[in-house]
């Protein structure tokens, strides 16, 4: 259990912007149920840290956590909706199984999380290359990068994908 000298920051910090930070949440999903959720998220990250923050804002910082948190929402949502919009176009019979869907969304929540702790420019060229089929030079022409940026982030993101630990749970 953390000593009190870290939960009691917390616990204010969570009372006192909670209303708030459920708010900003709501005008940018215009969903209450998901808002709550997405805002529990942005707590749970602050506990996460494994310190209590010292703020001097602490809506600047729970403004910039909700944010990322929001912004993996957002990306893993459109990844299911690609997901179910490829399986649309296919015909019954080649359409997977449910375990295979199962199996399918399993392994792209778990690289969505491997993926969490990189840059967002390393894991943009990342995707393009491996999911979009791009190749550098295009990679770099959508990104408005060069070709040898394209390759440093691609390089980042495969180093950091083998440097990832197996976390069948997480």
């Not at 709550?36 to 998220?41: C, G, K, S, V």
């Not at 080649?94 to 967002?120: K, M, Q």
């Not at 894991?123 to 030079?137: K, P």
Request: proline letters at 6%; charged letters at 25%.
């Amino acid at each position: 259990m953390p000593s009190p000298a870290v939960v009691a920051p917390i616990d204010a910090l969570y009372r006192e912007h909670r209303d708030w930070l459920l708010g900003w949440m709501r005008r940018r999903l215009n969903d209450g149920h998901m808002a709550a959720d997405l805002t529990q998220d942005t707590f749970v990250r602050v506990i996460v840290g494994g310190q209590a923050p010292v703020l001097q804002e602490p809506r600047a910082y729970l403004t910039t956590l909700a944010q990322r948190v929001l912004y993996n929402f957002w990306r893993r949502r459109e990844l299911e909706r690609a997901w179910v919009e490829a399986l649309a176009t296919q015909p019954q019979e080649l359409a997977p199984s449910p375990e295979t869907c199962a199996l399918v969304r399993e392994a792209l929540e778990t690289l969505d999380r491997w993926l969490d702790g990189l840059p967002s420019k390393a894991r943009e060229a990342f995707l393009l290359r491996r999911l979009e089929g791009l190749a550098h030079g295009e990679i770099a022409q959508r990104m408005g990068v060069s070709i040898s940026t394209v390759e440093r982030y691609i390089k980042q993101a495969v180093v950091h994908l083998y440097t990832c630990p197996v976390q069948p749970d997480a």
